[in-house]
């Protein structure tokens, strides 16, 4: 058995299936996880790739030492999606992290995950997290100035996750971190969502002044060249704590001193596609 990821018929990724775990049509999306041959238990959310557990290293690394390195003292990071835990995990890595809070959407998922991924759920009970099931957009607007990071941990641009991809939601972002703080977003491939990566980094430029575009090799989403996006007025990617990095990279399997200045090199093609304003 395989399971087939269409890439709006332009190209597909098959994974060999042991077997299918768990099937259900949740009040969200529908979400189904799977034993791979190679790569763990795979988790889809309308049948788009969102994680292995062999893989997900790469895109949770980067989502979170990327910005955290950048900011001097991270205390307060909210989780916007993310409800694999993933990214939680990883943000507690740096000793300074005081609050984590996690919006997911649909709780259906951390309950799966839980379940059914352990490695990535496994910090979502340290006392320093908070977890919220509900919409990010409308719980996010009741914060003013309160977080050092943003990370929107999205699925592509379609069911719940669109407006996420939009220029009100990064307003909303920009009032709930505080005025130096930084946003990341998940900003998708190049090859399959060009026009995508063209709105969002434009609708970022709109609100905040420094915009960054920069790589993660996911080799299990769409072409494997995967893009990540951060925004901010005052920071920038290329001014991190080389020291802090460094420890921190002792922990990863992918995040580094010499990646977090490398994933910020773009190709020509993808240079011309977003609005890097830095
Ligand atoms: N966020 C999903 C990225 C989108 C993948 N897209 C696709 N397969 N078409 C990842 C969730 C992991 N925390």
Redesign the pocket.
């Known amino acids: 058995m395989w399971f087939v ?1 269409n890439y709006d018929e332009k190209a597909s990724l098959g994974l060999k299936v042991k077997k299918k775990l768990h099937e259900e049509q949740s009040k969200f999306q529908k979400i189904d996880i799977y034993e791979t041959e190679f790569f763990g238990n795979l988790l889809t959310l309308d049948g ?4 292995t557990e062999k893989d ?1 290293f790469v ?2 690394e980067m989502i979170t030492h990327m910005p955290l390195c950048t900011i001097k003292n991270p205390e307060r990071v909210l989780v916007i ?2 409800g ?1 835990g ?2 939680v995990r990883e943000i507690l890595k740096h000793d300074s992290i005081k609050e984590v809070v996690m919006c997911e959407i649909d709780q259906r998922v951390t309950d799966l995950c839980r379940i059914y991924f352990p490695t990535t759920t496994c910090k979502l009970d340290d006392p320093r997290v908070k977890l919220h099931f509900e919409d990010g957009f409308k719980f996010m607007d009741g914060y003013e100035g309160y977080f050092d990071l943003i990370i929107t ?4 641009p379609v069911g719940p996750g669109v407006a996420l991809f939009q220029e009100d939601y990064y307003r909303l972002v920009k009032k709930a971190l505080k005025p130096g703080g930084i946003m990341v977003s ?1 900003s ?1 491939s190049p090859w399959y969502f060009e026009d995508t990566m063209t709105s969002m980094t434009g609708a970022m430029a709109n609100v905040f002044k420094n915009v960054q575009t920069y790589i993660a090799l996911v080799t299990l ?2 072409s494997g060249l995967w893009t990540m996006t951060a925004a901010s007025d005052s920071l920038s990617l290329y001014d991190f704590d080389e020291k802090r990095s460094a420890k921190i990279a002792e922990t990863c399997k992918y995040y580094n001193p010499e990646i977090h200045k490398g994933a910020l090199a773009l190709p020509n093609f993808v240079k011309k596609i977003v609005h890097n304003t830095k």
């Open positions: 990821e788009l790739v969102m994680l997900e895109y949770h999606g993310g694999d993933g990214a941990d999205s699925s592509d998940q998708e989403y769409p």
